[in-house]
């Protein structure tokens, strides 16, 4: 028996008045996958994530959900920094899109404590959510995603902006549910390295979908290869190599500085 079809994206494309931010894209994504969407900055990923939920309509083509408890971990903003909450409310708000009562029942609360102690977030529950750091923030706001994701994780660069270390412990935290509890991701993500070693398939947008497919079949196209010399040529500003790097950049359509 097949596995089930969570959702299906056929031909979907998205434009803002005149703009195309993604063209005729199609892609499934299965019950017990962990597909990352990755390509340059500008190339659809966050508004592609963005239709699926429901934030934006599409201009053309179909997506059918065949999940209803899906949780979502956006980018951090300011507004999100400064919520005048505990941790342990920001945890249980997770909850409230399983729940139309005006109250938590047992078995949420229980969700939510399973939650903050899978974490390891028992000793902040009590502090206010905006004394804390970055780290801590998106841990909690992984946790309250967990509340929601009985069905579907949805992350949209959560660990942009965070230091090696804790976006390490955050990409085993999302890669442990997936492979330990079956539980299905859909992510975003501008690291490709880490893309593929945590994710079983890759979406790879420019606009338009250039590839999907396994991580394992991504890792032998070109397109593996000129992100990955993008992602280097980053961290060393580009000057031990411009010449070649400068042409991967190009046709990615992302420059050095």
């Not at 966050?46 to 309509?57: A, D, Q």
């Amino acid at each position: 028996m097949g596995k089930k079809e969570l959702i299906s994206c056929r031909n979907v494309s998205v434009q803002y008045g005149s703009l195309i931010a993604v063209k005729d894209v199609s892609f499934s994504l299965n019950e017990g996958d962990y597909l990352c969407i990755v390509g340059a900055n500008g190339s659809g990923k966050s508004t592609l994530v963005k239709t699926i939920l429901g934030l934006c309509r599409p201009a053309c083509g179909e997506i059918v959900k065949n999940c209803k408890d899906i949780g979502y971990l956006g980018q951090q903003n300011a507004a999100q920094r400064d919520f005048p909450a505990t941790v342990r409310e920001v945890i249980m708000s997770g909850c409230v899109s399983r729940n139309k009562l005006p109250f938590y029942s047992n078995a949420e609360k229980q969700r939510a404590k399973e939650q903050i102690y899978k974490l390891g977030l028992e000793k902040l529950t009590k502090k206010s959510f905006k004394e804390l750091s970055g780290g801590q923030m998106q841990r909690v706001l992984l946790a309250r995603a967990f509340c929601a994701a009985s069905e579907l994780l949805v992350l949209d660069e959560p660990v942009n902006g965070l230091d090696p270390i804790i976006t390490d412990e955050l990409y085993s935290i999302v890669r442990s549910r997936n492979r330990d509890e079956g539980l299905t991701v859909l992510m975003v993500s501008h690291d490709i390295h880490r893309a593929v070693q945590n994710a079983t398939h890759i979406l790879h947008l420019n606009c338009n979908a250039v590839f999907f497919g396994t991580s394992e079949d991504y890792k032998k196209t070109p397109l593996y290869n000129e992100m990955t010399a993008v992602e280097t040529c980053s961290t060393h500003a580009c000057t031990h190599c411009a010449r070649d790097c400068t042409a991967s950049h190009i046709r990615l359509g992302v420059y050095p500085s």
